[in-house]
């Protein structure tokens, strides 16, 4: 049975590598919340490949770069922008790993690039699917919302103010209300509502 070699984990190629897939272990937990392990050995294995890296003399500008990309994937993530943050955070990701390290221990151009292309890839993937997430949940609860009851608050002619499940709504209604009369709502339009009397 093999003994731990920290040899191994202080290349700074594997020390890139375990960077990376510790970025793609949080990912996986921030999509799937609840595993726990993902997150766990994502942490662990980011922050050794990190100490591995500072061993070797980094460059100001090569974490500057990693720190630009970091900020640009998360943003990408978050609130997808089209590709755009997740290609500039790849481009600075790689350029920033292939400056880190002075040779001859530099990190070598086919680890940097390809991992980089990838996570950059991935990010843009994971946005989408957030974004496709966020989209449908709205329209979802658009629809769920046509149909239910409420309170008129104040008099709407043609706006005013409802209560329904629990909140205030921006309310339009193309016949006068009365304030205290009950509406259904019969669309949904953002933060207002269109309601009718209710017969």
Known sequence: MGQF????FANTNVAF????????????????????????????????GVWFLSQDHPTWYGMLLLLVALILLVVELKFYT?????????????AGALLLIPAPHSIA??????LSLAL??????????????HHNKVA?????????LGTARTKIDP??????????????SA???????????????GLTVDVERVA
């Open 17 to 48: 590598l375990l960077v990376v897939l510790g970025i793609l272990a949080v990912y996986w937990e921030l999509h799937a919340p609840g595993m726990v392990v993902p997150g766990v050995v994502g942490v662990c294995a980011f922050f050794v």
């Open 140 to 148: 979802v609860g658009e629809k769920a919302m046509i149909g239910e």
């Open 82 to 94: 089209h590709m755009v943050s997740g290609l500039a955070g790849s481009a600075a990701l790689a």
């Open 159 to 172: 706006t005013g103010t409802v209560f329904v499940r629990g909140e205030y709504w921006q309310a339009h």
């Open 5 to 8: 070699d920290p040899v191994f």
């Open 120 to 133: 950059g890839v991935i990010t843009v993937f994971l946005g989408t699917l957030a974004m496709r997430a």
């Open 175 to 189: 016949q006068p209300i009365e304030a205290g009369e009950p509406v259904t709502v019969v669309h949904v339009d």
């Open 109 to 114: 151009p086919w680890v940097a690039v390809p």
